[in-house]
Every structure is written in C-alpha cells, then in structure tokens.
C-alpha cells in the first residue's frame, strides 16, 4: 500500500478512477459533489483522458453510455436533482447492459431542497431508478478510504457483471478529509470486452451492437429474463458466493440484544452509539450494509433469531427500513428513528432511542 | 481533555484560514501518525460570512467523525464564540483570538486561552498567518502533535509554496507557540480555574 494522503472523498473518487483505468468523465456541476469534476478536469488530461463539461445531466450520461459502448472505462457523477435528470440515460444503460460508475453524492431532498447530507435517495438508487425492470448495483462507503476502494470495485463490478454500479454516498463523505491509501494503477485494455463497440481483436467477424432497442414482444421479454437471471446470480454472489463478506459488516452482534442498522456516514455514529451503550451495559451491536442493492437480507435472516430488536437510522423519514422488515419478515421488532431534510441525527439522539427501546421505563 | 482523541471546532469569517488551519491540525495528525478527520462546515456562504470546521485527532480509529461536544473551540472571530461556547465540554478549552474578541463573562468550567493572533499576525507582516498564530498555540496544549510535528507537516500543506511563504508560516506557528510557553495568555479567571483543578 502506497502512503497515506489527506483527501476529500471527493477527490479520492476521482483518483481512485484514474487509478482503476477510468479515462472518460462525463458531468455537470452540482454541490456537494463538484470537487470530484474539478478534481477530474484537472487529472484526466495529464493522463490523456477526456473530460467534458456535458450542456446538462441528461447529455453527460448518454456520453457515459456511448464510451461504456466502446469498451471504455466511464463514470458520471452528480448530487440528488442531477442523478433524477440521468435516471433515463441510466435506464438505457442498464437495459444495452453498458458497465460504467455512478456516483450520487446525495443531498436533501425531495426537489431543489439543499445542499446538506441526507441520505433520501435510497429508494431511487436501489430500486433502479429510472423506467423498466433493472437494477444498479448500490454501493455505500462510510470513509474516504472506502469511497475509493469501492470505486476501484465499483469498475470491476460493473466490467463483470456488464451493469451500471452505483456509489452512493452523501454530503458527509465527499466534503471529510480523512488519510486514503490509494490504490496502485493498472493498465486498463479496452479490448478485453470482446463485446464493445471499438473491439479491435483479431477474432472480429461481427459488428458489434449494444442497445437496449428490442421492438418485438417476444424478444424483449427474452431479453429482460436474461437480465433478471444476472440480478439473481448477483444476488447470489452478494448473499453467499464470494461477494458475502464484501457485502456487509458485523459488529458486535453475536450476544446483541439490540441491533443497530445503518449504512454510509450513520453507520460511523452507530459505532459510537454501540460503544456508549456497551458502557453503560446495554449490549448492541451493528450490521452495516456496504452493499444496498443486492440487499445483504441473509445476515437479518440469521441474527434475528439471536437478537431482541432492530434499530434502523437514517438520514431519510424511512427507507432502507423497508428493506430491513423484509429481511426480518416479521418475526422481531424493527424500529426506525431518522432525521431528514440535511440534518445529521447526533449520538446522543440515538442513545436516547435505544434507551426507549431497551429500557422503555 | 483526554489523551486519546481530541475533537475541535475551529470557527470564525470566511477568508480567516479556518479550513485551512483546520487541513494543519489533521495533516500534523497524519505526519504524526495519529488517525484523523477533518469535516467542513458548506453552505451557501460567501467571503465575510462564517465559516467553521471539526477536526478529530486520535490514538484509535475514528468511529464517527462528527463532534456534537468538542474538547477544544478555536474562535477567531466573536460570532464563533457565541456559537460554540455552550457546546464545549467541560473542563475542554476555549481558545480565542483576543484581537478580535474582548474579554467577557465566560463560562467558569471551561479552560480559557486568550491569543492576540491577529495582532501577532500584523506584527510578523502578514495578517492571514493568524490561524497560524493559534496552530502554534494549540500545539503547546495538545497531547497528540507537537510544535514539532507543525513544522515537519508545514512542507506538504503547501506544494510549490514560496520559501518565503513557508518562512513566515513557521514564525507564526513559533510566536502563537511562544506565547502559550510564556503563559501570556493566563489571565485572573484562568488562574482560578487552574487552582479549582479543572
């Protein structure tokens, strides 16, 4: 591992795509994510990359989707308003099965709203977002560190499973400085997608076509089954194949009378919250999904039958918790407290809705 | 404050250096293997405005990086104060820039550090260098940089600064230091307060 630099999250995204053979960015401003394209604009041409200022969200991601075409390695980011004006784009990228990286650095909502943290887009990113039935796989970084580690598997994610990979992260972890080990370069060969568009092998016999175009009834449907069977084995890699312990954290579950759940910068003040608890003698513990689409269900699955209560927080009115009382399916309480609008929900709001929970006198 | 982890809110105008001296504490942190974090205050401001910024430096890993009650403030300008004063926790430290900031009626459970840095600022030639001026300062009270960690850091806050630049951002750093070591920041309430244990 190469030394530590202190960085925004922000920043890190970007080198971490550079590093991980990105060569194309495609965007358009947006607080809190405009480090990322600054910091882009400037990298890109030292290492021959293209970087465009799209006129709008809506022409950026549809250059995403033509350089994913050609085999390249591509990202787009934008905050909140920005990824609802790509969700089109992104629906045509997932139904011609184009890999690329999705960033949404989201902010309150719904609307205009603001340009705090929240964590409100979660429906929009794990529910595929845009028209049609697809998905995006939904990555949650809760440090700096993470937000370029998971760019670097955002990449090969999308690369193998031939999808758009989606980081969802929030005002928080793309403002924070944090040290970052970055990873190490590696040379990105636009001809190991024999699929793409600018495959120059030597076994080309074909054109190549990427579309999401399928006029026919018949064949359209053929071809969303296709896409369902990817999302089952994507599923079954992030539930128990070899992506089952990239996909979640446990923290001091195993004796925990209550579970705390929360993904990105909340599961950071969870941690706190369980470490005051476990002073004070109330045993809690932490599941930290770092996947969100495919949804880590198998670990609730198990530990409910061990623990007493869930505790969902978020940055929203409620949304992962849906998610959450699917997995529990019924069978132990689950419990959500949330702030919105921007507002970061303190340690000692939480602390004190544990206490209503476990020491309801 | 405890030995372990320091959490500080650093605060004052837009165009005082807040952020920036904020990015020193956490590179110095860094340079001097602790774990850090360093988070901005952003909104719709503009130069003028108030700026501010939460910094942790700590032994452990960070769990979450926000501060709801800092060990240390660091006001540069009289809003912060009114801001931040409240949330400090006891027995922490309110660290002020008394050029700007007159002496009042503060709390009496908190330690209070009183820095002309503006005026130190001016004296050096360069009156941006005063959150420097408190860098130096806080190193004296912190238990997990020290001044000579300021000085080691200096060189990769500012790649293909000015020799000159760096110059006066290590007098700074050395003057707010100074000023601590000489006690000339003790004043009546402090005096007390250091008998009183706290």
């Not at chain 1, 089109?88 to 990228?93: K, L, R, V």
């Amino acid at each position: 591992m190469a030394e530590k630099v202190l960085m925004k999250g922000n920043e890190a995204i970007g080198e971490a795509a550079v590093r991980a053979g990105c060569r194309y960015y495609f965007g358009y401003p947006i607080t809190p994510q405009s480090e990322l394209p600054a910091y882009l604009a400037k990298r890109l041409p030292e290492v021959e990359g293209v970087f465009v200022q799209a006129e709008s969200e809506v022409a950026a991601i549809n250059m995403v989707y033509g350089a994913g075409s050609a085999g390249a390695r591509v990202m787009t980011s934008s905050s909140s308003p920005g990824v609802s004006l790509k969700q089109e784009g992104i629906s045509y990228i997932a139904g011609a099965e184009i890999p690329c990286l999705l960033v949404n650095v989201v902010r309150g909502g719904p609307g205009l709203g603001n340009i705090a943290p929240a964590q409100s887009d979660y429906w929009q990113a794990t529910r595929g977002g845009g028209h049609g039935d697809y998905r995006t796989l939904v990555l949650a970084p809760n440090s700096v560190q993470e937000m370029a580690d998971m760019t670097v598997a955002g990449f090969e994610f999308a690369d193998r499973f031939r999808n758009p990979v989606l980081l969802l992260s929030d005002g928080v972890l793309g403002q924070m400085m944090e040290p970052v080990s970055l990873p190490d370069p590696i040379d990105y060969d636009v001809d190991s997608k024999k699929w793409g568009l600018g495959y120059q092998g030597k076994d080309k016999n074909e054109r190549n076509l990427c579309t999401s175009i399928f006029l026919d009834v018949d064949e359209l449907e053929e071809h969303n089954w296709h896409l369902y069977q990817k999302y089952q084995v994507m599923t079954d890699l992030f539930s128990k194949g070899e992506y089952k312990d990239f996909a979640v954290e446990e923290h001091l579950c195993d004796d925990a009378e209550i579970i705390l759940v929360g993904y990105g910068i909340i599961s950071r003040i969870l941690k706190t919250v369980v470490e005051k608890c476990r002073k004070r003698g109330i045993k809690a513990g932490l599941i930290r999904p770092k996947v969100l689409w495919p949804f880590p269900s198998q670990v609730f699955e198990r530990l409910q039958q061990t623990t007493s209560n869930f505790l969902v927080v978020e940055m929203s009115c409620g949304q992962m918790v849906e998610d959450v009382k699917l997995a529990v399916n019924g069978k132990k309480p689950v419990y959500f407290f949330g702030r919105t609008g921007g507002t970061i929900p303190s340690d000692f709001e939480i602390l004190n809705e544990v206490d209503k929970i476990v020491r309801p006198d | 404050m405890s030995s372990k982890v320091e959490r500080i809110i650093l605060a004052g105008f837009g165009g005082q250096g807040i952020l920036f001296l904020g990015k020193v504490l956490a590179q110095t942190g860094m340079h001097a293997g602790k774990h850090v974090s360093w988070i901005p205050s952003y909104g719709p401001e503009m130069r003028g405005g108030t700026a501010n910024c939460t910094v942790i430096l700590s032994e452990n890993e960070i769990a979450s990086p926000m501060v709801t009650v800092p060990d240390t403030v660091i006001a540069m300008n009289r809003p912060s104060v009114a801001k931040f004063n409240l949330k400090i926790k006891a027995g922490g430290m309110l660290m002020y820039n008394s050029s700007l900031i007159e002496r009042q009626e503060f709390r009496d459970d908190i330690r209070l550090v009183e820095i002309p840095a503006s005026e130190i600022a001016e004296e050096l030639g360069n009156p941006r260098v005063a959150n420097l001026v408190m860098a130096g300062a806080y190193s004296k009270f912190s238990k997990l940089i020290t001044f000579e960690d300021l000085v080691a850091a200096l060189p990769d806050l500012m790649p293909g600064g000015k020799k000159e630049m760096l110059e006066i951002n290590q007098a700074a750093f050395k003057k707010g230091f100074d000023f601590v070591e000489e006690k000339k920041y003790m004043f009546g309430r402090y005096v007390y307060s250091v008998f009183k244990g706290i």
